[in-house]
């Protein structure tokens, strides 16, 4: 069915607001944006400070959080509460249009920036847990295993354990809104989701999803303008720059205003055709029998060593704790800004499926996709460097930016220049797919848990995201605004777990408890025993 949204008039716009959300939300984002057009170092000292603190006190409890998610969602696919339905209605969409979107609403973007990047990094610098040398022979394993452990299952966790909480609650009691805050709906109470602190958590999400968004958004575009200027020596300055974030904006509020079934479904299933073939003809043109063998054993050092990664700190080892803070809190805490949007569309998309079935796409099927993305290009570019076929040198010494690598990458190859092209296109589509949901989803938000907010407020949101992001992007200040992104990130650490929490104290209430008998009483007093109950053996 279409998904056109609700009343178009600025009447209807205004009747379905939840002012204390939008009002807050906006003044939030808005200010801190001004607050740094005016007075960047203010902003950007704030942040830091913060972030500080943050990454001193409670990157530990991050590291353990998402861990813990993990193991649940591993526990919901192949326990007896996997069987679970959101709802009484049948799905909404085809499993592979839910998969789709899915995908490509949440972090997918970010998938094809980092694809042919971020397994060079850890060549250069492998991560201290492993006793490996920096380029060498055994770096290149090691640096695909760490890319895949930090884009495969963690990362996917917190947008599904969000999406099943929200989704849950909306889905199957009365009365609860497609909000984030009804995520918590056991901890605060289904009465109190009016209150102050579903309120508190719902202006942050907003703050959060246009924070994390915009950013992205940055790095997109950026992207796409060192793609011009590499292959076609394109120079757009700030006017170009200023010219593609209000171009990509215009695409995915199109997309957006078209709805999900015509917008956001039909774009992410060409998506996903681009990104497979993509994927395969760099397989194919790459080192094909190479990348095979490398992945095979990098997926295993993954599964092997996948304890010890999610829980290293490292403490006691030199550089460790800085390595650790750098990547992997880094990359949970961004994931965890992402968690309010990602999780409210994918409880929007996933009325009538069950737990196990969102749970086994939220985290298994997405990292089929991702894996074999990240061995392809990331293998590619590691093993043209270590064997001179292309140089990222000016990469890895930060001196050229990140978004340049798929490019020097495809400009070694057979028909280099259709590979670029895809490339960008595919970046801008993916992106393009998330914005458009993340808006829905703030508005969404903003609008008390509606499921089909007006176009009018799914305008003003996107228009909020484009002219964020080119500010920043013109200002230089990503970098600030990727650390508020980090920050807001810690508390929704923390909102994670509560939701995973309220999810076990329902479905033990409601389905059977699985560790534990129904009878047992886990705090207070037991009851005492009648007269007539006895124990086998109690019979003379």
């Not at 917008?263 to 060409?270: D, E, K, M, T, V």
């Not at 397989?283 to 092997?304: C, D, E, N, R, Y």
């Not at 800085?322 to 990547?327: D, S, V």
Request: charged share 10%; aromatic share 14%.
């Amino acid at each position: 069915m279409a998904d056109a949204g609700g009343p178009r008039s600025s009447e209807g716009f205004l009747e379905e607001l939840d002012p204390v959300v939008f009002v807050f939300g906006a003044l939030l984002t808005l200010g801190v944006i001004g607050t740094f057009f005016a007075s960047p170092g203010t902003v950007e000292s704030a942040i830091g400070v913060l972030n500080t603190v943050f990454l001193e006190y409670l990157n530990w409890a991050l590291l353990v959080i998402v861990f813990l998610v993990v193991l649940f969602l591993l526990f919901l696919i192949v326990g007896p509460w996997g069987k679970i339905t959101f709802g009484d209605d049948p799905p909404e969409y085809s499993f592979l249009s839910f998969f789709a979107m899915l995908y490509s609403a949440g972090f997918a973007a970010g998938v094809v920036f980092w694809g042919p990047t971020e397994a060079l990094f850890y060549y250069d610098n492998p991560s201290p847990l492993f006793d490996v040398s920096s380029q060498s022979g055994a770096a290149m394993s090691i640096a695909v295993q760490q890319t895949l452990f930090h884009w495969a299952l963690p990362q996917l966790a917190v947008f599904t354990i969000m999406g099943i909480a929200i989704g849950y609650f909306a889905y199957n009691y009365e009365n609860v809104p497609l909000r984030v805050s009804s995520a918590l709906t056991p901890i605060l109470g289904k009465d109190n989701l009016d209150g102050p602190a579903a309120k508190a958590i719902d202006i942050l999400a907003v703050f959060a999803t246009i924070g994390g968004v915009a950013t992205s958004l940055g790095f997109i575009g950026s992207q796409f303008v060192e793609g011009l200027s590499f292959q076609w020596g394109v120079d757009l300055g700030d006017t170009g720059i200023i010219l593609v974030v209000t171009t990509m904006t215009l695409l995915f509020t199109i997309s957006m205003v078209l709805g999900v079934d015509k917008g956001i479904r039909r774009l992410s299933n060409f998506n996903m055709i681009l990104f497979g073939i993509l994927l395969v003809a760099t397989l194919l043109v790459g080192p094909t029998i190479f990348l095979v063998l490398l992945g095979t054993q990098a997926l295993g050092g993954m599964i092997s060593d996948f304890v010890a990664m999610s829980l290293f700190t490292g403490a006691g080892v030199e550089g460790g704790t800085e390595w650790a803070n750098a990547w992997t809190v880094f990359y949970w805490a961004w994931a965890l800004s992402w968690s309010p949007f990602a999780g409210l569309f994918i409880a929007r998309i996933s009325r009538g499926r069950t737990v196990r079935e969102v749970a086994f796409t939220g985290i298994v099927a997405t990292s089929a996709a991702t894996i074999p993305w990240f061995v392809s290009l990331g293998g590619t570019a590691v093993w043209a460097q270590h064997n001179d076929v292309a140089d990222f040198t000016a990469v890895m010494a930060g001196d050229v930016g990140a978004e340049a690598t798929g490019f020097i990458m495809f400009e070694a190859f057979p028909l280099g220049t259709v590979f670029m092209v895809a490339f960008m296109i595919l970046v801008t589509t993916f992106f393009i797919t998330s914005a458009d949901s993340s808006t829905l989803a703030v508005s969404m938000m903003t609008t008390g848990g509606k499921a089909k907010p007006s176009n009018l407020n799914r305008i003003f949101w996107g228009v909020v995201l484009g002219m964020t992001a080119a500010i920043l992007m013109i200002l230089g200040g990503v970098d600030a605004l990727q650390s508020a992104a980090i920050i807001t990130g810690g508390p929704f650490a923390f909102v994670c777990f509560l939701a995973m929490l309220g999810l076990i104290k329902e479905f033990g209430s409601s389905y059977g408890r699985v560790l534990l008998q129904d009878e047992t009483v886990l705090i207070g007093k037991s009851r005492e025993r009648a007269p007539t109950d006895t124990l086998p053996g109690d019979d003379d």
